[in-house]
Structure formats: structure tokens, C-alpha cells
């Protein structure tokens, strides 16, 4: 039996993959051969999505049948989400997002034979790919609106934002999430309040699609690695996306960007950044969240891109996040050089906040988006993992106490 130990899997190469490349010496990113530099450049999330799960780029009549069906998936229905906003998860919107992916699980008819489930990878992918912008639009909606606006007392329930029918994939979230609630008149007169969704800028759409291209996969990070654990065993697509989901709400993982915005909420303002950081990293010895990964120890190539875009939506908007977080990076990587670690950049995580909050996503519900980008990834890994069929089931090296009587 092979002996070392390889705590947390450090440097194990853990099995084959034909999807993404990390070439973290040249800080380089590939989704089944093509560059991520050269795919937000010239294609779209919805393409990238195909391109994850199917292997190759979409022809056109793969483009427009996915764009078809992503349309057609985005409505859920009033039901569903009121048992989401009737359980009120507002603390926790992930496992608000897992219930929701549970109750289409327990309404579903189990896989009959386990041929089936690479299919059914792509089919339960496809659709919460379309599902999941109109739920956390939802979600943020209703976290973040006062209570007086959450109910439609005329129809006694939630008022909710329905997504539009015609918008791409990163355009029709955004035009969600920036609805404004709105009094119309009905034909007698009497008044009545529905959300009316708000289209972004070109410039804001693009920037939404990129970050959902550069978050849409990265190889056997912890939350695919959750993922295609539980797809060796042979369980049912929902149940994979339920373990991915809890995998990924961590703060060492898909939460450390929630992290790195509290930070700079908490900072509020360039100049009281450098202090802070030195309150927190020398004097109270906590981890720099953003900083750090475990492939990448020069630069992480979706970090450029993300502080680029969060520079010019903060200026557009007038937010001070960019300027804390160059504040914060600045400081946290001379005190990490100070201690010997030289390894630790800015990761995907600590920009994307930029990002995300000048496009109207609060703090609590950026590992969400991530979510939301994630599946394209999670999709492709569900399928190869069924294809390939051999259990994960790792050995552990046994520490506790030798054989001892059984005594009370
Ligand atoms: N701040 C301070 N020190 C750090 C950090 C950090 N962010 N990251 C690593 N270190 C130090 C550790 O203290 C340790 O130091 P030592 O060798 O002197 O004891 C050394 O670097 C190695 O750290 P590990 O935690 O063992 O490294 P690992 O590869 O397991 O961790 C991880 C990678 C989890 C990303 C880590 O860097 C971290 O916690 N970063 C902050 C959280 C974060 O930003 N997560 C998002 C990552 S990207 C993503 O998942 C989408």
C-alpha cells in the first residue's frame, strides 16, 4: 500500500481531466485548449458554457439551441420561489440556493439506470444554469429590500422579479438585479406595485459576462473535487450540485470574495486601509482573504483582468472599493514579504468584489454568483466523472490510539 501523506492533497495529481488547464508557471488559463484571454474576448458565457460541457465550441445551430433553452428555463415559477422567501434563509443564501436545487431534486423521478446519468449531468447543468440568476436576483431582492416592499398585499405574496425573455445571459441578470419596484394603474384605477427590470449598459453586460467566463471553471478546486466525489459514487446530479454548493460556500474557497468585501466595507475609505490591514494581519495574526492559492505563487491570470474591470466600474459608479482594495493589496503583500512569503498574490477573489459590487451585488451573495458561473464547470466535471466511472476513496494514515479493551 502506498504510504505518504499528502495533508489536504497538496501536489497530488488526483486524476485525468480533458477540461481545464492551470499552466500556473506561465499564469495561464485554458478551457479545453482555448486560452480564457482569448474566450472573453471573443465569446460569450453561453458559449463557454457549451464549451465546458460539450468539449468543443458551439456551432451556430448549438448556439442558438442553448440560447433557446437557457431563455426558456430562466421563469420559475411563483411556488418555488415563495418557499425559498417563506423559509427566509436571509443568513444564509447558499443553503437558500441548495434548496432550492433540493425541492427540483425531490420532485424529479430518480435515475433508472446509471447510463443515464452523463446525460442527466447535462440536462440538470443546462437547467440550473438558466434557473439560478433568477434566484439569486430573487434572493437579493427580498434580502435587501425593507419589509414594507417584499409583500403584493393585492395578491397576497412576494413580489418577485421575473427575468426577461429575450437578453443574454449576463444582461438578463443584471436588468433583475437592478429592477426597481414601480406603482402602475390598472384599468379601474387601482393602484398596483410590480418590479420593472432595468437594462445595463454594454459596458456593464461585457463586464458581467467576463466575470462569469473567468469563474466558470479552475480545474479540481475543492468544490468540483466535493462535486466529483459524490458523482464517483454514482449519485444523482442534484445531489452532487447540493455537495458542490456547501464546498464552495467556504471562506478559504468560493467565500473568500464575501471576505474580501466585508474588508473593504469595513475600511471604508483609502487612507485608513494600510493601518487596518497591519491591525489585522501583524497585531491579530488573520489570514489575508484574497491572498494565496494553491497552484498559482506568482499571479493568478483572472486577477488582472478582474482589477481592471473593477478600476472602471468603480469610477463609473463613484464607488471607493478599487481604491481601498490597491490600498489593501499593497500593504498585505509588503507584510507577507516581510514574513518569507513571497508566494501569495491576489487571487480571483479579491477583486471580483470590485466587480460585483458596482453591478449591484451585495456582499452576501457574491459566492452565489460565483455559483452561478460555477455551473458551466461543475457541469463538464459531473459528466466526465460519470464517464469515467472509478470511485474517490482516498486512505487516511490512522494517528488515534492503538487497539485497546473495550472500558467505560
Ligand atoms: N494570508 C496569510 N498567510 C497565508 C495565506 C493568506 N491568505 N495563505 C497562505 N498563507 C500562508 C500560511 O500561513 C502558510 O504559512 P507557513 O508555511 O509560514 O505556515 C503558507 O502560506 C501555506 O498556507 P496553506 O494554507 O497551507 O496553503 P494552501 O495552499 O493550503 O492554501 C488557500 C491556499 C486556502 C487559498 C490560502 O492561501 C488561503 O487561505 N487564502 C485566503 C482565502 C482565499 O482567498 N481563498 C480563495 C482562494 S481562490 C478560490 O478558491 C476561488
Request: charged residues 25%.
Amino acid at each position: 500500500m502506498p504510504t505518504p501523506i499528502a495533508q489536504g492533497l497538496k501536489g497530488i495529481v488526483a486524476g485525468e481531466s480533458k477540461i481545464t488547464k492551470v499552466d500556473w508557471e506561465k499564469s495561464a488559463l485554458y478551457f479545453r485548449g482555448y486560452n480564457v484571454r482569448e474566450l472573453i474576448e471573443y465569446s460569450s458565457f453561453e458559449e463557454v458554457f457549451w464549451l465546458l460541457a460539450h468539449g468543443e465550441l458551439p456551432k451556430p445551430i448549438n448556439r442558438e439551441w442553448l440560447s433557446q433553452e437557457l431563455k426558456r428555463q430562466r421563469k420559475i415559477t411563483n411556488g418555488e420561489l415563495r418557499a425559498l422567501l417563506d423559509n427566509a434563509f436571509i443568513n444564509q443564501p447558499m443553503l437558500a440556493l441548495a434548496l432550492f436545487v433540493a425541492k427540483r431534486g425531490v420532485l424529479r423521478l430518480p435515475v433508472q439506470t446509471t447510463k443515464e446519468l452523463p446525460q442527466r449531468a447535462t440536462v440538470l447543468g443546462t437547467e440550473l444554469c438558466a434557473a439560478f440568476p433568477t434566484v439569486i436576483a430573487n434572493l437579493i431582492h427580498w434580502g435587501c429590500a425593507p419589509p414594507r416592499f417584499r409583500m403584493d398585499p393585492t395578491k397576497n405574496s412576494y413580489h418577485i422579479v421575473q427575468p426577461h425573455s429575450d437578453l443574454s445571459h449576463a444582461a438578463n441578470f443584471l436588468w433583475m438585479l437592478n429592477a426597481k419596484l414601480v406603482t402602475k394603474k390598472r384599468p379601474d384605477d387601482t393602484p398596483y406595485e410590480l418590479y420593472e427590470g432595468e437594462y445595463p449598459t454594454s459596458f456593464e453586460e461585457k463586464a458581467m459576462d467576463t466575470t462569469l467566463i473567468l469563474h466558470a471553471d479552475h480545474e479540481f478546486n475543492a468544490s468540483t473535487y466535493a462535486l466529483r466525489t459524490a458523482a464517483s459514487t454514482q449519485a444523482d446530479p442534484f445531489h452532487c450540485i447540493l455537495v458542490t454548493l456547501g464546498a464552495l460556500s467556504g471562506p478559504k474557497h468560493g467565500g473568500a470574495n464575501e471576505m474580501a468585501m466585508h474588508i473593504f466595507e469595513d475600511i471604508r475609505k483609502p487612507e485608513r486601509a494600510a493601518q487596518w490591514v497591519v491591525d489585522r494581519l501583524i497585531n491579530k495574526q488573520e489570514r489575508a482573504f484574497g491572498f494565496g492559492h494553491r497552484l498559482y505563487k506568482k499571479r493568478d491570470p483572472r486577477t488582472q483582468i478582474l482589477k481592471r474591470l473593477g478600476k472602471e466600474l468603480c469610477r463609473r459608479k463613484h464607488l471607493p472599493w478599487y481604491d481601498i482594495a490597491r490600498e489593501v493589496e499593497k500593504t498585505t503583500l509588503a507584510i507577507l514579504k516581510q514574513r518569507g512569503h513571497e508566494d501569495l498574490p491576489a487571487n480571483v477573489d479579491f477583486y471580483s468584489p470590485c466587480v460585483f459590487s458596482a453591478l449591484g451585488i451585495p456582499s452576501q451573495y457574491m459566492p452565489l454568483v460565483f455559483a452561478m458561473a460555477r455551473i458551466a464547470g461543475w457541469t463538464a466535471h459531473m459528466k466526465e466523472q460519470y464517464e469515467q466511472n472509478t470511485l474517490i476513496r482516498p486512505l487516511s494514515a490512522y494517528m488515534g490510539p492503538a487497539p485497546r479493551p473495550y472500558s467505560k
